[in-house]
C-alpha cells in the first residue's frame, strides 16, 4: 500500500519533471529558431552554394543555365596570372599591415596608458579615423595623396621632398594604401592593447621598481611577455581583417594601376559581378575561405601552445 | 624631476601623434568649409588647417545636386532596422544557448561560433542569388534580412547571459512567470549594457555598408550615404569642398553616436579582446 503510494508520487513527480524537461525544449527552440533560420538561409546556405558553384560554369545573370564543368576552374585558378598577382597583393598587404599596424597601435597604448590629464583627448584623437567609414577615408585620401596639389605633397615640398604620384604608381600605390589603412585601424588595436595593459597587476612594476628595474627593463621584462595573449588576439583579427582588403583598392585604384593594388576579395567582386563568371569567382572564394580558415587556425594553435 | 621629464615626453610624443591622426580629419571639415579656390591656394600652408573665409556655400550646392539628407535617412533607417531586430532575434538566442537546456543546445552553439570564420566576401555572390530568387534586389528585404542575425552578437549576449543568476530565473518562473514574460520582465531590464554594446557595435559596422548596397540596390531611392558620397565623387564637375562637404556630413551622425555611446562601444571591442 504504502509502497503503490510511493510509486505513484514518484511517476507523478517524473512526469512533471519530463514535462517541464519537453517544455524548455520547445521553449528553447521557439527561442533559437529566427536566428538558425535567418543564418541557415543567408550564411549556411550562400556558404554551401559558393562550394558547389565552384565545380560549375554559368552567367549571374542566368542562374538557371548551370553546367557542371568538375575542377575546370580550379585548373583555370592555378594558371591564371592575375590570380597569382591577386593572391601576392593580398599577402604583401597582410605580411606589412599586420605587424605594422599592431606595432604602432602598442606604441600608441603605452602612450596614453598613464595619467596624464590629457590622456582621453589624445585616446579619441587615435580613435576617430576607426569610426569614420572607409568610404570617407578613402575618398579623403585621394584627394590627400592627389600628386599635384594633395596635403601630403604639399607637406613633403616643406621638407624639400618633389611630388610623388603614389596611387598613379604601381611601386606606390599599394604602399599608399598600406600607409592609410595603418592610419585607419591602428586606434581599434590600440584600445584591446590598452585593456590589456590596464590588466597587469601594478605591483609587480613596484616590486620590480624596488629591485631597480628602469621603465626600458620594465617593458621588456613585465608589459611585453604579460602581452602575449592580446597579442596574439590582436594578430589575428588584423590578420583576418587584411586578408579581406576590399574597399581600398575597389574605391581609390579600381586594382590598377599595373593590377598593383588588386586583391582577392577585389578579384571575386570583378570576377563575379563584372565579368559575371559565377562558377570561376565561387571557386576564387573558395580558396579564399581557406586562406582564411587556415589564418584562424594557425593562430589559434600558436596561442594554445604557449 | 625625472617623472616631470617622462611626462613632458609623453605630452610631445602623443601631440605629435595625434596631429598626425588627426589632420586628415581637420583639412576635410576645414576645406569643406571654405571657398573651393582658397582650398587650393591654403594648401602649401598652416592656413588649410585654419577656417578662415568661412561659408556654407559648399554643403548648399552639394546638396543642392545629390539628395544627401534622403540617403542619410535611408541609411539611418535600414541600419536602424538590422540593429534594432537584431537585438530582439540574437538576444532571445542567446539567453535560450545560454539558459534553457534543450537538445542540441551545445550543437547550434559550436556551429554558431565556427560560422563567425566565413567572410562575407565568401559568400558575397551566392547571397545575391538568394536575394535574387527571392525577388528582393531592390527592395529594403534585401539590406536588411540577411544582416539581422549575428553570431557574434549571439555569442556575446551568450556570455552575457550566463552570468546572471539562476535563481532569479527560476523563482520568477515559480511565480508562474512564461519564459516569454521571465526574459522581457527580468533578464532584458538587467542586460542595459549588453543590449547598448551589440546595437552600437551592428550600427557602426553597418553604417559603412558598401559592397552589398552597390549589388543590391539599382536605382536612387534606396542608396545609402556610403554609395551616395561615391557617386558624388566620381560625378563631373568635381568640386573639392564639395565632396568635402559631404564626407563631413557623413561622418557627423556617426561621430555623435560615438560619443554618446562611446563607453559601450570600447566596452565591446575590449571585451572581445580579452575573452580573445
Given at each position: 500500500?504504502m509502497?503503490?503510494?510511493?510509486?505513484?508520487?514518484?511517476?507523478?513527480?517524473i512526469?512533471?519533471?519530463?514535462?517541464?524537461?519537453r517544455?524548455?525544449?520547445?521553449?528553447?527552440?521557439?527561442?533559437?529558431?529566427?536566428?538558425?533560420?535567418?543564418?541557415i538561409f543567408?550564411?549556411?546556405?550562400?556558404?554551401?552554394l559558393a562550394?558547389?558553384?565552384?565545380?560549375?560554369?554559368?552567367?549571374?545573370?542566368?542562374?538557371?543555365?548551370?553546367?557542371?564543368?568538375?575542377?575546370?576552374?580550379?585548373?583555370?585558378l592555378?594558371?591564371?596570372?592575375?590570380?597569382?598577382?591577386?593572391?601576392?597583393?593580398?599577402?604583401?598587404?597582410?605580411?606589412?599591415?599586420?605587424?605594422?599596424?599592431?606595432?604602432?597601435?602598442?606604441?600608441?597604448?603605452?602612450?596614453?596608458?598613464?595619467?596624464?590629464?590629457?590622456?582621453?583627448?589624445?585616446?579619441?584623437?587615435?580613435?576617430?579615423?576607426?569610426?569614420?567609414?572607409?568610404?570617407?577615408?578613402?575618398?579623403?585620401?585621394?584627394?590627400l595623396?592627389?600628386?599635384?596639389?594633395g596635403?601630403?605633397?604639399?607637406?613633403?615640398?616643406?621638407?624639400?621632398?618633389s611630388?610623388q604620384?603614389?596611387?598613379?604608381?604601381s611601386?606606390?600605390?599599394?604602399?599608399s594604401?598600406?600607409?592609410?589603412?595603418?592610419?585607419?585601424?591602428?586606434?581599434?588595436?590600440?584600445?584591446?592593447?590598452?585593456?590589456?595593459?590596464?590588466?597587469?597587476?601594478?605591483?609587480?612594476?613596484e616590486?620590480?621598481?624596488?629591485?631597480?628595474a628602469?621603465?626600458?627593463?620594465?617593458?621588456?621584462?613585465?608589459?611585453i611577455p604579460?602581452?602575449?595573449?592580446?597579442?596574439?588576439?590582436?594578430?589575428?583579427?588584423?590578420?583576418?581583417?587584411?586578408?579581406k582588403?576590399?574597399?581600398?583598392?575597389?574605391?581609390?585604384t579600381?586594382?590598377?594601376?599595373?593590377n598593383?593594388?588588386?586583391?582577392?576579395?577585389?578579384?571575386?567582386?570583378?570576377?563575379?559581378?563584372?565579368?559575371?563568371?559565377?562558377?570561376?569567382?565561387?571557386?576564387?572564394?573558395?580558396?579564399?575561405?581557406?586562406?582564411?580558415?587556415?589564418i584562424?587556425f594557425?593562430?589559434?594553435k600558436?596561442l594554445?601552445?604557449? | 624631476?625625472?617623472?616631470?621629464r617622462?611626462?613632458?615626453?609623453?605630452?610631445?610624443?602623443?601631440?605629435?601623434?595625434?596631429?598626425?591622426?588627426?589632420?586628415?580629419?581637420?583639412?576635410?571639415?576645414?576645406?569643406?568649409?571654405?571657398?573651393?579656390?582658397?582650398?587650393?591656394?591654403?594648401?602649401?600652408?598652416?592656413?588649410?588647417?585654419?577656417?578662415?573665409?568661412?561659408?556654407?556655400?559648399?554643403?548648399?550646392?552639394a546638396f543642392?545636386?545629390i539628395?544627401?539628407?534622403?540617403?542619410?535617412?535611408?541609411?539611418?533607417f535600414?541600419?536602424?532596422?538590422?540593429?534594432?531586430?537584431?537585438?530582439g532575434?540574437?538576444?532571445?538566442?542567446?539567453?535560450?544557448l545560454?539558459?534553457?537546456?534543450?537538445?542540441?543546445?551545445?550543437?547550434?552553439?559550436v556551429?554558431i561560433?565556427?560560422l563567425?570564420?566565413?567572410?562575407?566576401?565568401?559568400?558575397?555572390?551566392p547571397?545575391?542569388?538568394?536575394?535574387?530568387a527571392?525577388?528582393?534586389?531592390?527592395t529594403?528585404?534585401?539590406?536588411?534580412?540577411?544582416?539581422?542575425?549575428n553570431?557574434f552578437?549571439?555569442?556575446?549576449?551568450?556570455?552575457?547571459?550566463?552570468?546572471?543568476?539562476?535563481?532569479?530565473?527560476?523563482?520568477?518562473?515559480?511565480d508562474?512567470?512564461?519564459?516569454?514574460?521571465t526574459?522581457?520582465?527580468?533578464v532584458?531590464p538587467?542586460?542595459?549594457?549588453?543590449?547598448?554594446?551589440a546595437?552600437?557595435?551592428?550600427?557602426?559596422?553597418?553604417?559603412?555598408?558598401?559592397?552589398?548596397?552597390?549589388?543590391?540596390?539599382?536605382?536612387?531611392?534606396?542608396?545609402?550615404?556610403?554609395?551616395?558620397?561615391?557617386?558624388?565623387f566620381?560625378?563631373?564637375?568635381?568640386?573639392?569642398?564639395?565632396?568635402?562637404?559631404?564626407?563631413?556630413f557623413?561622418?557627423?551622425?556617426?561621430?555623435?553616436?560615438?560619443?554618446?555611446?562611446?563607453?559601450?562601444?570600447?566596452?565591446?571591442?575590449?571585451?572581445?579582446?580579452?575573452?580573445?
Amino acid at each position: 500500500m504504502m509502497q503503490t503510494a510511493m510509486n505513484a508520487h514518484k511517476r507523478e513527480h517524473i512526469s512533471t519533471f519530463s514535462r517541464q524537461k519537453r517544455r524548455e525544449t520547445l521553449v528553447g527552440y521557439s527561442f533559437v529558431t529566427p536566428a538558425v533560420l535567418l543564418l541557415i538561409f543567408f550564411l549556411v546556405l550562400p556558404f554551401l552554394l559558393a562550394v558547389a558553384f565552384g565545380f560549375t560554369k554559368f552567367n549571374l545573370l542566368r542562374p538557371d543555365k548551370i553546367h557542371f564543368t568538375g575542377l575546370d576552374n580550379y585548373k583555370l585558378l592555378f594558371t591564371d596570372g592575375l590570380f597569382y598577382k591577386s593572391l601576392w597583393n593580398t599577402l604583401y598587404f597582410t605580411v606589412i599591415v599586420v605587424p605594422v599596424q599592431s606595432g604602432v597601435a602598442l606604441m600608441l597604448a603605452l602612450l596614453v596608458n598613464n595619467s596624464l590629464k590629457l590622456r582621453n583627448v589624445f585616446r579619441i584623437a587615435y580613435f576617430s579615423p576607426v569610426v569614420t567609414s572607409m568610404t570617407v577615408i578613402a575618398i579623403l585620401w585621394i584627394s590627400l595623396y592627389n600628386p599635384n596639389e594633395g596635403l601630403i605633397n604639399s607637406a613633403l615640398h616643406f621638407f624639400g621632398i618633389s611630388n610623388q604620384p603614389f596611387l598613379r604608381s604601381s611601386s606606390q600605390a599599394m604602399n599608399s594604401i598600406i600607409f592609410m589603412s595603418v592610419w585607419q585601424a591602428a586606434g581599434y588595436q590600440m584600445m584591446i592593447f590598452l585593456a590589456g595593459l590596464q590588466g597587469i597587476s601594478k605591483d609587480i612594476y613596484e616590486a620590480s621598481s624596488i629591485d631597480g628595474a628602469n621603465k626600458l627593463q620594465q617593458l621588456r621584462y613585465i608589459t611585453i611577455p604579460s602581452l602575449y595573449n592580446v597579442t596574439v588576439f590582436v594578430l589575428t583579427i588584423t590578420t583576418i581583417q587584411a586578408v579581406k582588403l576590399f574597399v581600398q583598392p575597389y574605391i581609390m585604384t579600381n586594382g590598377g594601376p599595373e593590377n598593383s593594388t588588386r586583391t582577392l576579395a577585389l578579384l571575386i567582386y570583378q570576377q563575379g559581378f563584372q565579368f559575371r563568371n559565377a562558377g570561376y569567382a565561387s571557386a576564387i572564394s573558395v580558396i579564399f575561405f581557406l586562406i582564411v580558415v587556415l589564418i584562424s587556425f594557425s593562430m589559434k594553435k600558436f596561442l594554445r601552445d604557449k | 624631476m625625472r617623472d616631470t621629464r617622462t611626462k613632458l615626453l609623453l605630452y610631445i610624443l602623443n601631440l605629435i601623434m595625434s596631429l598626425l591622426f588627426i589632420i586628415p580629419l581637420l583639412w576635410m571639415v576645414v576645406s569643406s568649409l571654405k571657398p573651393e579656390n582658397q582650398i587650393f591656394s591654403d594648401l602649401s600652408s598652416l592656413k588649410s588647417l585654419l577656417p578662415l573665409n568661412l561659408t556654407l556655400d559648399n554643403y548648399r550646392s552639394a546638396f543642392e545636386r545629390i539628395p544627401m539628407i534622403k540617403y542619410l535617412f535611408n541609411s539611418i533607417f535600414y541600419v536602424s532596422v538590422i540593429c534594432i531586430s537584431g537585438l530582439g532575434v540574437n538576444s532571445i538566442c542567446g539567453y535560450a544557448l545560454a539558459k534553457l537546456r534543450f537538445r542540441g543546445n551545445e550543437f547550434i552553439l559550436v556551429c554558431i561560433i565556427a560560422l563567425m570564420i566565413v567572410p562575407f566576401e565568401s559568400i558575397l555572390m551566392p547571397l545575391y542569388l538568394v536575394v535574387n530568387a527571392l525577388h528582393w534586389v531592390n527592395t529594403w528585404f534585401a539590406l536588411i534580412v540577411p544582416f539581422i542575425a549575428n553570431c557574434f552578437s549571439i555569442f556575446m549576449f551568450r556570455q552575457f547571459f550566463m552570468d546572471i543568476p539562476n535563481e532569479i530565473l527560476e523563482s520568477a518562473s515559480i511565480d508562474g512567470s512564461g519564459p516569454l514574460k521571465t526574459f522581457a520582465s527580468i533578464v532584458v531590464p538587467l542586460s542595459g549594457p549588453v543590449f547598448a554594446t551589440a546595437f552600437i557595435l551592428d550600427f557602426i559596422s553597418h553604417w559603412g555598408d558598401f559592397m552589398w548596397p552597390i549589388l543590391v540596390t539599382t536605382g536612387e531611392s534606396l542608396r545609402n550615404i556610403q554609395l551616395g558620397i561615391q557617386t558624388f565623387f566620381t560625378l563631373p564637375p568635381i568640386y573639392y569642398g564639395q565632396i568635402m562637404a559631404t564626407l563631413t556630413f557623413t561622418t557627423v551622425p556617426i561621430i555623435v553616436l560615438f560619443l554618446l555611446l562611446q563607453k559601450y562601444y570600447v566596452q565591446g571591442i575590449t571585451s572581445a579582446g580579452i575573452k580573445g
